[in-house]
């Protein structure tokens, strides 16, 4: 069942009956479910070495029905601690940020912003999920730094007010 990814012992026992319906196998099941049912299997090898048997040799092998709960669980069965490795994530140092940051081509100041910011959410994303690589949050830092910062020649800093000018004198009438 394993070496056919076949999960379920009535799909199993479901093949073999259409392999002996088609003449492949001979299947004799064994309605005893701690005894295995008996399988007949028919040699295909046409090759001269071997003698002329051309194909008529039956070769009787026992097919074990393996339970349910055995299938189960090896399919649910979980890795070791030993196979699990996660790699921790350690806070990285200011000064390993600054490099980061100058090493593509951004500015000293947006690492301090970047250190700041999530050295006091405690290093997690969106205030909720610890983060996993830094490198890859510093990189959408930069892309989204041009997003925040105020447009120069622009008379409104904040997106979706008017632009107005500060110096209107509001005494005089429209």
Known sequence: MLACKIGSANTYTKCLKQLDHWGYIEYKPSYNPMRGSLVNLYNFDNSTNKGSDKGTDKGAVIAVRPSLN??????????????????????????????????????????????????SNGWLVGGKAKMKNWEAAARNWIKRADSFNPKQGSLSAVEGRLHTNDDKDYATPL
């Open 70 to 119: 055995s299938i189960n669980n090896k399919k649910q069965s979980k890795p070791n601690k030993q196979e699990r490795v996660k790699s921790k994530f350690s806070p990285p140092s200011i000064d390993q940020v600054k490099n980061f940051f100058l090493e593509i081509n951004s500015t000293v100041v947006e690492a301090e912003k970047f250190h700041n910011h999530f050295e």
